[in-house]
C-alpha cells in the first residue's frame, strides 16, 4: 500500500473512531528518523512567516519530521516548509484540531513524540488554552521541548502561549488605549501554567506588535504580573514580519527585512527596584512613574542575516540594540533613550549600613516607619496583591479602616530595596 494512502488511512479511520476531531495531511516521508534535533525557540509576530527565521527553526530539526500543531485554518505549512525553504526535512505533517477531545487521541499523541520540531501555528490561543492545556497534548510538547530538547515555534496565538504567562484572550482582545485607561479591564486575562519552555521563565510574549501599536497594553500585562507576584518579570515581543530565534545557550538573533522596513523585536524588563504601578484601579488610567522608569525596553532591529542578538541569560550582550526607559503618566506610555540598567548594582547589600524599622502603634492605629534617610517611597500591598499605601515621606500610615490580613511593605532608598510583612 502507497505510504501516503497508508497514512492518510490511519488518520481517517482514527478520525472515525474519535468523531472526526482532528484533520491530518502531509508531505514527505513521516517515518521514524534517527537523526540529532538541535533546541531551539523561534517566535514571529504573526504576518507571513520570515523565511531566514523558518530556515533557522527547521534546520534545528536536523533533516527530520516537522509537525505543525493548529485548530484553524489549512495545511498550507506542508509546502512552505517541505518546498519552499532551503531546509533538507524529511516531512512535514499538519494536524488541525476540531475539538478539545483530539487532545487524547492516541494517534495525535504518537505524531508529537515522533516529531523532531514542532510549530504551533496562529488563530486563537484561547482556543488553543481551551484543546491543550493540562491535556495529554500539553505533556506531550513539554517532554518534547524539555526532556527531549527538542525545537519548538510558534507564530501570532502560537508565540503567545510559548511563554509562562500568556494574554490567553479569553475574553476577546484589547488595545493600548484601553488597557492603559483601565488596566484592571475583565478583557485582560493572563493565564500561567500551560507550557514550559526553556528561556521564556517569568515572561509575557506579545505579536503583532506595530499593528496595531501594542506597547502600552504590554506594560499593563507587566504592570499586572509585578502586583500580582512581586518578581521581576519580563517581556518579548515580535513586530509582524520579525522571527526571534533563540539558541541552545539562551541567545536570540532577530531576524527581518530592517532597514527596508521598520522591523523590530522588543525585550522588556521591569524596574530593578519592582516598584508597583502607584495607580491601578478599575476604571482608572494607570500610573506606574517610578523615576520615570517603570520598565526598561531594548529595542532590536531584525535584518536578514539575523545578526541583531540579545542573550536572555544575562540581558547584557547585546547587539544592533537600543534601550528605552518606558513611564505612565495618567494612562499615556512615555518613552525616552537610555542606556541599560544593571540590576544586581542596585540590590541590597548589608555593607551599606541601612537599617529599617518597621512597627505597628496599635493604640494610635498606625504604621510607624523608621530610616536614616527621609527620602525615601513607600509602597504596601495587601495579600491580593493591591497597592494600598503609596508615599514619597516617613510620616505614620493610619490603618484604622485597613482589613486584618499579612501586608508587605517595600521601602525604597537610593541604595537598596527594603521588603517587610507585617500583620494586622
Wanted: aromatic share 10%.
Amino acid at each position: 500500500m502507497n505510504k501516503f494512502i497508508f497514512y492518510s488511512f490511519i488518520a481517517y479511520f482514527s478520525g472515525l473512531c474519535w468523531a472526526q476531531n482532528y484533520d491530518y495531511s502531509y508531505l514527505g516521508d513521516t517515518s521514524s528518523y534517527n537523526g540529532s534535533p538541535l533546541f531551539g525557540v523561534c517566535m514571529m509576530g504573526g504576518a507571513t512567516e520570515n523565511d531566514a527565521g523558518s530556515e533557522w527553526f527547521l534546520n534545528r530539526a536536523d533533516g527530520g519530521n516537522v509537525l505543525v500543531l493548529r485548530a484553524s485554518g489549512t495545511d498550507a505549512y506542508n509546502d512552505y516548509f517541505y518546498n519552499q525553504l532551503n531546509s533538507n526535512i524529511q516531512s512535514v505533517e499538519t494536524i488541525i484540531f476540531q475539538s478539545a477531545a483530539a487532545s487524547t487521541n492516541p494517534f495525535i499523541l504518537s505524531r508529537i513524540e515522533a516529531a523532531e520540531a514542532i510549530w504551533i501555528a496562529g488563530g486563537d490561543q484561547s482556543v488553543y488554552e481551551n484543546y491543550w492545556k493540562s491535556t495529554p497534548v500539553a505533556n506531550r510538547i513539554n517532554t518534547h521541548v524539555n526532556i527531549k530538547k527538542r525545537p519548538i515555534g510558534g507564530t501570532s496565538a502560537g508565540m503567545a502561549i510559548l511563554s509562562e504567562h500568556y494574554f490567553s484572550a479569553s475574553n476577546g482582545t484589547i488595545s493600548s488605549a484601553t488597557a492603559l485607561s483601565d488596566p484592571t479591564h475583565p478583557t485582560i486575562t493572563i493565564n500561567s501554567q500551560f507550557l514550559k519552555v526553556p528561556f521564556l521563565e517569568n515572561t509575557i510574549t506579545d505579536t503583532h506588535y506595530d499593528n496595531p501599536d501594542r506597547r502600552g497594553r504590554h506594560a499593563v500585562f507587566l504592570a499586572q504580573l509585578l502586583v500580582e507576584n512581586d518578581t521581576m518579570k519580563y517581556g518579548i515581543a515580535a513586530e509582524e514580519y520579525v522571527a526571534i530565534c533563540i539558541n541552545e545557550s539562551g541567545v536570540a538573533r532577530i531576524f527581518g527585512d530592517h532597514p527596508n522596513y521598520e522591523d523590530y523585536a522588543w525585550f522588556l524588563r521591569v524596574n530593578c527596584e519592582l516598584i508597583p504601578p502607584t495607580a491601578m484601579s478599575a476604571g482608572n488610567p494607570l500610573q506606574w512613574s517610578p523615576d520615570k522608569r517603570a520598565i526598561q525596553a531594548c529595542k532590536i532591529p531584525g535584518t536578514s542575516n539575523g545578526d541583531p542578538q540579545f542573550d536572555l541569560t544575562n540581558w547584557k550582550n547585546i547587539q544592533g540594540g537600543q534601550w528605552e526607559d518606558w513611564s505612565i503618566d495618567a494612562g499615556n506610555l512615555n518613552t525616552e533613550l537610555s542606556t541599560r540598567v544593571d540590576c544586581s548594582l542596585l540590590s541590597s547589600s548589608a555593607e551599606k549600613g541601612e537599617k529599617l524599622k518597621v512597627q505597628i502603634d496599635k493604640e494610635l492605629q498606625q504604621i510607624i516607619i523608621q530610616h536614616q534617610d527621609p527620602s525615601v517611597s513607600v509602597y504596601i500591598n495587601n495579600s491580593l496583591g493591591q497597592l494600598v499605601h503609596a508615599s514619597d515621606d516617613l510620616q505614620p500610615i493610619t490603618i484604622q479602616s485597613w482589613p486584618p490580613g499579612v501586608y508587605q511593605v517595600r521601602v525604597v532608598t537610593k541604595e537598596r530595596v527594603f521588603n517587610e510583612c507585617i500583620a494586622l
